[in-house]
Protein backbone atom coordinates (compact mmCIF):
# COMPACT_ATOMS: atom_id res chain seq x y z
CA UNK A 1 0.00 0.00 0.00
CA UNK A 2 0.89 3.51 -1.02
CA UNK A 3 0.96 5.39 2.75
CA UNK A 4 1.40 9.28 2.81
CA UNK A 5 0.76 11.48 5.93
CA UNK A 6 -0.33 15.26 4.62
CA UNK A 7 -0.19 17.94 7.40
CA UNK A 8 -0.77 14.81 10.10
CA UNK A 9 -1.93 16.67 13.31
CA UNK A 10 -3.66 14.82 16.32
CA UNK A 11 -4.71 16.58 19.27
CA UNK A 12 -5.71 14.35 22.54
CA UNK A 13 -7.46 17.33 24.00
CA UNK A 14 -5.63 20.28 24.35
CA UNK A 15 -2.33 18.70 23.44
CA UNK A 16 -1.13 18.39 20.11
CA UNK A 17 0.87 14.95 20.09
CA UNK A 18 1.88 14.85 15.87
CA UNK A 19 2.19 18.61 14.23
CA UNK A 20 1.82 18.49 10.83
CA UNK A 21 3.93 15.44 9.81
CA UNK A 22 4.13 15.08 5.78
CA UNK A 23 5.93 12.00 4.62
CA UNK A 24 5.30 9.93 1.71
CA UNK A 25 5.94 5.74 2.50
CA UNK A 26 5.79 4.08 -0.99
CA UNK A 27 5.34 0.26 -0.67
CA UNK A 28 8.42 -1.26 0.46
CA UNK A 29 9.47 1.56 2.59
CA UNK A 30 11.59 0.22 5.37
CA UNK A 31 12.35 3.07 8.45
CA UNK A 32 12.53 3.74 11.85
CA UNK A 33 10.02 5.88 13.35
CA UNK A 34 12.57 7.37 16.68
CA UNK A 35 11.96 9.38 19.29
CA UNK A 36 12.25 9.96 23.02
CA UNK A 37 9.31 8.84 25.19
CA UNK A 38 6.48 10.86 24.20
CA UNK A 39 7.45 12.26 21.10
CA UNK A 40 4.64 10.50 19.36
CA UNK A 41 5.96 7.54 17.90
CA UNK A 42 3.00 5.12 18.63
CA UNK A 43 0.58 8.09 17.91
CA UNK A 44 2.20 8.34 13.92
CA UNK A 45 1.88 4.44 13.62
CA UNK A 46 -1.89 4.45 15.14
CA UNK A 47 -2.75 7.07 12.52
CA UNK A 48 -1.20 5.61 9.78
CA UNK A 49 -3.11 2.57 10.56
CA UNK A 50 -5.81 4.97 10.51
CA UNK A 51 -6.76 3.70 14.36
CA UNK A 52 -6.92 7.67 15.37
CA UNK A 53 -8.62 10.75 13.61
CA UNK A 54 -6.36 13.35 12.39
CA UNK A 55 -7.30 16.99 14.04
CA UNK A 56 -6.35 18.43 10.76
CA UNK A 57 -4.12 17.13 7.60
CA UNK A 58 -4.75 13.67 6.48
CA UNK A 59 -3.68 10.07 5.81
CA UNK A 60 -3.91 8.88 2.24
CA UNK A 61 -4.15 5.40 1.80
CA UNK A 62 -3.40 4.24 -1.60
CA UNK A 63 -3.86 8.27 -2.52
CA UNK A 64 -7.36 7.99 -0.71
CA UNK A 65 -7.62 10.22 2.41
CA UNK A 66 -8.24 7.38 5.42
CA UNK A 67 -10.56 8.93 7.50
CA UNK A 68 -13.14 9.86 4.31
CA UNK A 69 -13.91 6.31 3.34
CA UNK A 70 -17.07 4.64 4.54
CA UNK A 71 -16.45 2.40 7.24
CA UNK A 72 -16.63 -0.87 5.91
CA UNK A 73 -14.22 0.10 3.31
CA UNK A 74 -12.14 1.49 5.64
CA UNK A 75 -12.00 -2.13 7.79
CA UNK A 76 -11.32 -4.05 4.35
CA UNK A 77 -7.94 -1.16 3.95
CA UNK A 78 -7.04 -1.58 7.31
CA UNK A 79 -6.37 -5.72 6.92
CA UNK A 80 -3.78 -4.85 4.96
CA UNK A 81 -1.87 -3.77 8.25
CA UNK A 82 -0.21 -6.12 10.92
CA UNK A 83 0.61 -4.30 13.84
CA UNK A 84 2.89 -4.97 16.89
CA UNK A 85 1.84 -2.87 19.75
CA UNK A 86 3.21 -2.32 23.01
CA UNK A 87 0.57 -3.50 25.02
CA UNK A 88 -0.99 -6.33 22.23
CA UNK A 89 -1.06 -9.62 24.67
CA UNK A 90 -1.91 -13.04 23.71
CA UNK A 91 -4.89 -14.83 25.27
CA UNK A 92 -3.65 -16.55 27.82
CA UNK A 93 -6.25 -19.89 27.67
CA UNK A 94 -5.43 -20.35 23.90
CA UNK A 95 -2.50 -21.98 22.61
CA UNK A 96 0.41 -20.51 20.47
CA UNK A 97 -1.25 -21.53 17.68
CA UNK A 98 -4.80 -20.94 18.23
CA UNK A 99 -3.73 -17.10 18.87
CA UNK A 100 -2.10 -16.57 16.03
CA UNK A 101 -4.96 -18.33 14.27
CA UNK A 102 -7.61 -15.85 15.70
CA UNK A 103 -6.91 -13.05 13.69
CA UNK A 104 -7.39 -15.22 10.34
CA UNK A 105 -10.70 -17.31 11.41
CA UNK A 106 -12.11 -13.32 12.56
CA UNK A 107 -11.94 -12.92 8.86
CA UNK A 108 -13.44 -15.92 8.43
CA UNK A 109 -10.45 -18.09 6.53
CA UNK A 110 -11.36 -21.56 6.79
CA UNK A 111 -10.04 -23.25 9.43
CA UNK A 112 -7.31 -25.73 8.05
CA UNK A 113 -6.03 -23.49 6.16
CA UNK A 114 -6.15 -20.74 9.01
CA UNK A 115 -4.02 -23.85 10.41
CA UNK A 116 -1.65 -23.97 7.60
CA UNK A 117 -0.89 -20.25 8.06
CA UNK A 118 -0.26 -19.95 11.09
CA UNK A 119 2.16 -23.00 11.19
CA UNK A 120 3.85 -21.14 8.52
CA UNK A 121 4.60 -18.27 10.24
CA UNK A 122 5.70 -19.69 13.86
CA UNK A 123 7.90 -21.95 11.76
CA UNK A 124 9.34 -18.29 10.31
CA UNK A 125 9.39 -16.65 13.95
CA UNK A 126 11.04 -19.98 15.27
CA UNK A 127 8.29 -21.04 17.36
CA UNK A 128 6.91 -24.33 15.22
CA UNK A 129 7.80 -26.17 18.65
CA UNK A 130 5.73 -23.75 20.80
CA UNK A 131 2.30 -23.96 18.56
CA UNK A 132 1.03 -26.52 21.19
CA UNK A 133 1.49 -24.53 24.45
CA UNK A 134 0.01 -21.83 26.71
CA UNK A 135 1.71 -18.31 25.91
CA UNK A 136 2.40 -18.35 29.95
CA UNK A 137 4.90 -20.90 29.18
CA UNK A 138 6.86 -18.59 27.13
CA UNK A 139 9.69 -16.20 27.88
CA UNK A 140 9.24 -12.84 27.14
CA UNK A 141 10.73 -13.10 23.63
CA UNK A 142 9.18 -15.63 22.21
CA UNK A 143 5.83 -13.64 23.65
CA UNK A 144 7.32 -11.04 21.19
CA UNK A 145 7.75 -13.12 18.61
CA UNK A 146 4.55 -14.86 18.82
CA UNK A 147 3.09 -11.61 18.68
CA UNK A 148 4.40 -11.03 15.62
CA UNK A 149 3.54 -14.29 14.38
CA UNK A 150 -0.19 -12.92 14.96
CA UNK A 151 0.36 -9.73 12.93
CA UNK A 152 2.25 -11.57 10.07
CA UNK A 153 -0.55 -14.54 9.63
CA UNK A 154 -2.59 -12.29 8.06
CA UNK A 155 0.23 -11.60 5.38
CA UNK A 156 0.37 -7.56 5.58
CA UNK A 157 1.53 -5.30 3.29
CA UNK A 158 2.46 -3.14 5.71
CA UNK A 159 3.89 -4.48 9.30
CA UNK A 160 3.86 -1.80 11.89
CA UNK A 161 6.07 -3.32 14.91
CA UNK A 162 5.96 -0.29 18.19
CA UNK A 163 8.59 -0.98 20.28
CA UNK A 164 9.08 -4.67 19.52
CA UNK A 165 12.60 -4.20 21.75
CA UNK A 166 11.58 -3.04 24.58
CA UNK A 167 12.53 -5.60 27.73
CA UNK A 168 14.50 -8.46 25.65
CA UNK A 169 17.84 -8.61 26.19
CA UNK A 170 20.33 -8.16 23.39
CA UNK A 171 20.22 -12.12 22.48
CA UNK A 172 16.72 -12.08 22.15
CA UNK A 173 16.29 -8.75 20.59
CA UNK A 174 18.81 -10.01 17.27
CA UNK A 175 15.85 -12.23 17.31
CA UNK A 176 13.82 -10.36 16.91
CA UNK A 177 15.03 -7.83 14.33
CA UNK A 178 16.07 -11.21 12.13
CA UNK A 179 12.56 -11.97 11.69
CA UNK A 180 11.25 -8.75 11.26
CA UNK A 181 13.60 -8.30 8.41
CA UNK A 182 13.04 -12.29 6.70
CA UNK A 183 9.90 -11.28 6.94
CA UNK A 184 8.78 -8.28 6.36
CA UNK A 185 10.63 -8.62 2.82
CA UNK A 186 9.01 -6.40 -0.42
CA UNK A 187 6.40 -5.15 1.96
CA UNK A 188 6.16 -1.65 4.19
CA UNK A 189 8.23 -2.19 7.60
CA UNK A 190 7.63 0.79 9.83
CA UNK A 191 9.35 -0.11 13.53
CA UNK A 192 9.23 2.20 16.38
CA UNK A 193 11.92 2.83 18.85
CA UNK A 194 13.24 4.74 21.46
CA UNK A 195 16.97 4.40 19.97
CA UNK A 196 18.53 3.24 16.69
CA UNK A 197 18.16 -0.94 17.20
CA UNK A 198 21.52 -2.25 16.49
CA UNK A 199 20.21 -4.94 15.29
CA UNK A 200 18.09 -3.32 12.76
CA UNK A 201 19.80 -0.69 10.34
CA UNK A 202 16.85 -0.11 8.35
CA UNK A 203 18.18 2.77 5.53
CA UNK A 204 15.61 5.36 6.62
CA UNK A 205 14.67 7.42 9.55
CA UNK A 206 11.71 9.37 10.95
CA UNK A 207 12.73 11.09 14.30
CA UNK A 208 10.22 12.78 16.06
CA UNK A 209 10.63 15.09 18.69
CA UNK A 210 7.97 16.75 20.88
CA UNK A 211 5.20 15.25 17.90
CA UNK A 212 7.40 17.07 14.99
CA UNK A 213 9.03 14.95 12.37
CA UNK A 214 12.71 16.78 12.43
CA UNK A 215 14.27 15.00 10.24
CA UNK A 216 13.31 12.27 7.19
CA UNK A 217 16.21 10.94 5.57
CA UNK A 218 19.53 8.56 6.08
CA UNK A 219 20.27 7.36 9.61
CA UNK A 220 21.13 10.34 11.62
CA UNK A 221 22.94 9.22 14.92
CA UNK A 222 23.56 12.73 16.01
CA UNK A 223 19.94 13.22 16.65
CA UNK A 224 19.50 11.00 19.48
CA UNK A 225 21.56 13.84 21.71
CA UNK A 226 20.84 16.82 20.33
CA UNK A 227 19.18 19.37 22.33
CA UNK A 228 15.81 20.67 21.45
CA UNK A 229 17.23 23.94 20.51
CA UNK A 230 19.43 22.89 17.82
CA UNK A 231 16.95 20.00 16.38
CA UNK A 232 13.62 22.81 16.73
CA UNK A 233 15.18 25.20 15.35
N1 LIG B 1 -5.18 8.20 24.27
C1 LIG B 1 -4.45 9.21 24.72
N2 LIG B 1 -5.01 10.22 25.43
C2 LIG B 1 -4.30 11.26 25.85
N3 LIG B 1 -2.97 11.41 25.63
C3 LIG B 1 -2.35 10.46 24.94
C4 LIG B 1 -3.04 9.31 24.45
N4 LIG B 1 -2.14 8.52 23.79
C5 LIG B 1 -0.96 9.15 23.88
N5 LIG B 1 -1.08 10.30 24.56
C6 LIG B 1 0.01 11.27 24.81
O1 LIG B 1 0.55 11.62 23.57
C7 LIG B 1 1.98 11.78 23.66
C8 LIG B 1 2.63 10.92 22.59
O2 LIG B 1 2.39 9.55 22.91
P1 LIG B 1 2.97 8.36 22.07
O3 LIG B 1 2.57 7.10 22.77
O4 LIG B 1 2.61 8.53 20.66
O5 LIG B 1 4.54 8.60 22.24
P2 LIG B 1 5.73 7.61 21.99
O6 LIG B 1 6.76 8.41 21.28
O7 LIG B 1 5.25 6.37 21.35
O8 LIG B 1 6.22 7.32 23.45
P3 LIG B 1 6.78 5.95 24.11
O9 LIG B 1 8.13 5.72 23.52
O10 LIG B 1 6.86 6.30 25.56
O11 LIG B 1 5.80 4.88 23.81
C9 LIG B 1 2.35 11.40 25.07
O12 LIG B 1 2.57 12.58 25.81
C10 LIG B 1 1.17 10.66 25.58
O13 LIG B 1 1.02 10.86 26.96
Not at 82 to 90: E, H, I, P, Y
Not at 149 to 163: F, G, K, M, T, Y
Not at 198 to 211: A, E, F, I, N, S
Amino acid sequence: MDLRADGLTVRYGARTVLASVTCALPPGTQALVLGRSGAGKTTLLKALAGLVTPAEGSVLWDGQVAARLPASERRVRQAAFGMVFQTDALFDSMTVRDNVMLPLTRRRVPEDEARVRADEVLRAVGLAEAADTLPERLSGGMKKRAGLARALAARPSVLLADDPFAGLDPGTARQVARVLLEVSGGGTLLVAAPEAPVDLPLPRWLYLRGGKLVHDGPPAPALEHAPDDEVLA
